[in-house]
């Protein structure tokens, strides 16, 4: 059997669901990182953003972020549409099938709040990577941090980032262990759900935290 064959099965189809989820969780991991400087005060936040735009690799990197992001879009959308071609009628009753389930609000809300990341992610780059590109210091670098004083003055926008952070929360809680899962670690899953559980919460929370903490504090 080839690789594209494999690749387009349903068991193929999740193993590039998780493995490119897992990639994206790491990059959810690194970006955090470095937002969480923000806290360091406007010079050293602002250092640190002029040292990743002036890295060389940075656009190399981004390319290959975009693709996996891509190809998890695409492999997602696929399989949740070959999923309700399978069953073109929906249950007359949906009920939990108890506490030996994995099914929960996050797993059944999955292709909804990744549409939602989606456009979050879209209007996100607009806001901070395209948005005004204020200049500070000598020699001058990009003042990335009044860019995120004036997006979180908006009470609004304050919202929608914090709302969005949940329905990020909700699809780690669940991608993360289905990923671990499809891609071997079954046997751990209880251990997984938990892991993944307490992982969204901390990385859901400290996104969060850093817009309010602007919006309080600007």
């Not at 493995?19 to 640190?48: C, D, I, P, R, S």
């Not at 071609?85 to 030996?100: D, L, S």
């Not at 004036?150 to 262990?177: C, K, N, Q, T």
């Given at each position: 059997?080839?690789?594209?064959?494999?690749?387009?099965?349903?068991?193929?189809?999740?193993?590039?669901?998780?493995?490119?989820?897992?990639?994206?969780?790491?990059?959810?991991?690194?970006?955090?990182?470095?937002?969480?400087?923000?806290?360091?005060?406007?010079?050293?936040?602002?250092?640190?953003?002029?040292?990743?735009?002036?890295?060389?690799?940075?656009?190399?990197?981004?390319?290959?972020?975009?693709?996996?992001?891509?190809?998890?879009?695409?492999?997602?959308?696929?399989?949740?549409?070959?999923?309700?071609?399978?069953?073109?009628?929906?249950?007359?009753?949906?009920?939990?099938?108890g506490h030996t389930s994995r099914k929960s609000l996050a797993s059944s809300t999955m292709i909804w709040t990744g549409v939602a990341i989606l456009a979050f992610v879209v209007v996100h780059v607009a806001h901070i990577k395209y948005g005004?590109?204020?200049?500070?210091?000598?020699?001058?670098?990009?003042?990335?941090?009044?860019?995120?004083?004036?997006?979180?003055?908006?009470?609004?926008?304050?919202?929608?980032?914090?709302?969005?952070?949940?329905?990020?929360?909700?699809?780690?809680?669940?991608?993360?262990?289905?990923?671990?899962?499809?891609?071997?670690?079954?046997?751990?899953?209880?251990?997984?759900?938990?892991?993944?559980?307490?992982?969204?919460?901390?990385?859901?929370?400290?996104?969060?935290?850093?817009?309010?903490?602007?919006?309080?504090?600007?």
């Amino acid at each position: 059997m080839s690789v594209r064959r494999v690749l387009s099965s349903s068991v193929g189809t999740k193993l590039v669901i998780g493995a490119t989820g897992l990639l994206l969780f790491a990059y959810l991991l690194l970006h955090l990182a470095g937002n969480l400087m923000v806290f360091a005060g406007q010079e050293t936040f602002n250092h640190y953003a002029h040292f990743l735009i002036s890295n060389p690799l940075v656009v190399p990197a981004e390319i290959v972020l975009v693709l996996i992001f891509l190809v998890h879009i695409y492999k997602a959308v696929l399989m949740w549409t070959k999923n309700q071609a399978a069953r073109p009628v929906p249950y007359e009753q949906k009920a939990w099938a108890g506490h030996t389930s994995r099914k929960s609000l996050a797993s059944s809300t999955m292709i909804w709040t990744g549409v939602a990341i989606l456009a979050f992610v879209v209007v996100h780059v607009a806001h901070i990577k395209y948005g005004a590109t204020y200049q500070i210091g000598d020699p001058p670098v990009r003042d990335l941090y009044r860019t995120e004083v004036e997006v979180f003055s908006s009470p609004v926008w304050v919202a929608i980032y914090v709302a969005v952070m949940v329905l990020i929360g909700f699809h780690l809680r669940h991608g993360i262990s289905s990923a671990c899962q499809s891609l071997g670690a079954g046997t751990l899953s209880q251990r997984v759900v938990v892991a993944g559980t307490i992982i969204a919460i901390l990385i859901a929370g400290g996104f969060a935290i850093i817009p309010i903490w602007v919006f309080l504090t600007r």
